[in-house]
């Protein structure tokens, strides 16, 4: 039973899009209730984009939620005050979360480390404010309403979206874009560069690579991925909460990366199904759901920093690593 | 919307100068526990929210005001004692998120403990009787619990420097936030003075929040935007730096009020708007060092 | 055979706070020769290296590269201009092993913002990774992370990573410190045949080491150039010996 679960991390590994999407293929199959698999779906996007930029380069952002919301807000007005159809308004979604991304990131990236995390988080509230004033595009405190989309019109298809199954695998093909897209960008000549300057910033430099530049393009990459997320969200919710874009919503993007496991590529869609799995069952027991996910993420944090997945791969390393001297 | 007379200016001014007076007291407790632990503490708006609501409920249970100003900041100190002991230290040798993580979620369960103890909605608080009432300050009539505000924020500012700049303990508090290994040769038990740090700041927290209980709606949620408001207290003053927490406290305060007078329902914006503007003209703050940001 | 030295520095003061690291220092390097900066212990040569090498700018004064003026440059524009340096501190990607550490030094010059290509299609990168790589005698244990290497080695490796960029300038910063002497022999030895190469300038307080080895020793004392000239001048000079001798 062991050896069938090592070879299955270690296929895992390597073929990690390809493992992703089988998995989540049969997801819906494993839940309770089909609209919980649509939002660890799009949350699990929400925080592989979060994890790009924190995972991966170390950039702890408290202002994700910026550019979820932003994805959202403007996918949805997109269809609300334009009428425009479900995929302009996704691309007009990514689009401004990473304009957004690109602006929060000129100025969040001229400060580091701590400083960081405190400006990205009062930098998304000066856009939660923003969008919380204007009223008349985005309703304000009451949330923007009507994103109706009910059918997905594809040459010689028309895909009801109004059912839940039917939704989730829409949302997967974007969602498996996305990874796609990841995947491709971590094992890249890019990515060596990102690896390099989460290692020793001041070596990355010396050896030529202009270090706020490429940490500004992983921020805006990880701005898009979360907009994408947010776009598919208005979608599926036909509203937009004015909550999205709280700098709490960006705390949940850092628990469920810190409980699945930062700087992997399944830990973000683990901890995101953890943590809504989490909810669900605990919200049915107790209104004191916000103490709980406290108490659990102070718990990892303090014991479990790897998270689930990435304990798990540390596990394999070492049960690997002794096998190989044991050789 | 132009018909503002000197004297509805000069009032404005005074109660931004209020309003600075809290933020400029967080921002004091946030700097001292990061100059000292390099540590952020997420929880800080917690700790607020958590004096807010000791300080009416001690006022209700004993009647005095005066008795509470003791009690509350004792009591979250006290709270704060016991997470930097059992929570935050094991994270200092981890790398400098971890702390700043824990006290998120730390903040969350401070959340949730408060509403259940005093429930969802909140509790009904009052000015202190004592201090009800108006002062005629020349140009009008000013709430004097706001003028007691900044005189005791001005008191305990002026203690804390004392404190810091005179007794003992606040010079290893200032070596040692310049220097651990100095602080540990000379044989001074660091974890002790984080401790102690990290209480000092969190009893303020619960101060201002006490302080604070009086002019606004006390509710379990009241820290979270204060927070957030606290930071920029902190980017615009500098971070670490004490005169920078109260300066730019202030004019925190004053941005917020005057920008409320011109332009109602905008304060918020504006004070995070300046706080962008001070990111990008000077990234480490009026008082900060160059470098310590970037 | 160009008049224009390759490396210039001009009235370069540099004070941190009230000290005076470095006092009006002016020098000029001529292109091809192996020149070592050397001085007693706080002569300012750490200060002066990191002027030249970008780690920090001088307070008053100018460097130019090839005549052009980089006193201004940020640090990740020395590589691309070509100037390398290797660190007093061992600095490399702990992480990453032997061959990737070299292999992205490598890869500043063929793409920095390719997103999608995978890492594995730049063959070539891989091959001259692998070189620089034999010819600093680390050939054999490319694999290895960079942390689990020797201090010899590790400083191996950030002379092969400077060698990445084909500088026309190598800067490098006591390239000796904490090596067994067999070690230290190996990386004279380098940095001689470097040198036929390129020009090179050390940092360096082992006077033995370098008086055999340069054309051209710099002494600084007290933050200020104190004597300029080759190794049999500064033998005789009799101020660089009360220098050096007073410290003892």
Known sequence: MKKFLVSALVFARGHRVATALLFLLIFPFLMPYDALSVNILIFGLYAVGFNLLFGYTGMLSFGHAAFLGVGSYLAGISVVSAGWPWWAAIGVGVASSCLAGLIIGFLAIRTRGIYFSMVTLALAQIVYYIFYKSERWTGGENGLRGVKVEAIELPGIRIDFLNPLNKYYVILVFVALALWFVSRVLNSPFGAVIEAIRENEKRAAACGYNVARAKLLVFVLSAGICGLAGALRALHLSVVPIDSLHYLQSGQAVMMCLLGGMGTFFGPFVGAAVFLLLEDVVTNLTRYWMGVVGLVFMFFVLFFPKGIWGTLLYQLDRWQNRQGKAL | ?294 | MSAVPILEVRAVSRTFGNFRALNNVSVAFRAGELTAIIGPNGAGKSTFFNVISGGVPPSSGQVLFEGRDITQIAPHDFARIGIAKSFQITNVFKQLSAHENVRVALQMQVSRFQLLRPRGAYVALMERADALLERVGLADIRHKLAGDLAHGQQRSLEVAMALACDPKLLLMDEPTAGMSPEETRVMMGLIQQLSQERTVILVEHKMKLVMGLCNRLIVLHHGELLVDGNPDEIRGNAEVRRVYLGQN
């Not at chain 2, 290994?181 to 038990?189: A, M, N, S, T």
């Not at chain 2, 660091?190 to 302080?211: C, E, M, N, Y």
């Open chain 2, 1 to 294: 919307m132009f018909d503002i007379t000197p004297q509805l200016f000069a009032l404005q001014l005074m109660t931004g100068i209020a309003l600075g007076a809290i933020y400029a007291l967080l921002a004091i407790g946030l700097s001292l526990i990061f100059g000292m632990l390099t540590v952020v503490n997420f929880a800080h708006g917690a700790f607020f929210m958590v004096g807010a609501f000791l300080g009416v409920y001690s006022m209700a249970l004993t009647g005095s005001f005066w008795f509470s100003l003791l009690l509350v900041p004792l009591a979250t100190g006290a709270i704060g004692l016991l997470c930097e002991r059992f929570l935050v230290r094991p994270l200092y040798g981890r790398g400098i998120d971890y702390p700043l993580l824990l006290t998120f979620g730390l903040s969350y369960v401070l959340i949730d403990v408060m509403r259940f103890t005093f429930g969802i909605e909140g509790l009904p608080s009052s000015t202190p009787p004592e201090l009800r009432g108006s002062v005629f300050l020349g140009f009008g009539y000013f709430p004097l619990y706001r003028l007691f505000l900044i005189a005791a924020t001005a008191v305990i500012v002026l203690g804390l420097w004392l404190f810091i700049e005179k007794t003992r303990y606040g010079l290893i508090i200032r070596a040692g936030s310049r220097d651990a290994e100095i602080v540990k040769v000379l044989g001074i038990d660091i974890a002790k003075v984080w401790l102690l740090v990290f209480g000092i700041g969190t009893a303020i927290a619960g101060l201002s929040g006490l302080l604070a209980a009086p002019t606004r709606a006390v509710n379990p949620e009241m820290g979270i935007p204060l927070l957030a408001e606290s930071f920029v207290v902190t980017v615009v003053g500098g971070m670490g730096s004490l005169p920078g927490a109260v300066v730019a406290g202030l004019l925190v305060g004053v941005v917020f009020a005057m920008t409320s007078l011109v332009a109602p329902e905008y304060g918020e914006l504006s004070i995070f708007v300046l706080m962008a503007v001070v990111l990008l003209i000077r990234p480490q703050g009026f008082f900060g060092k160059a470098g310590l940001m970037s």
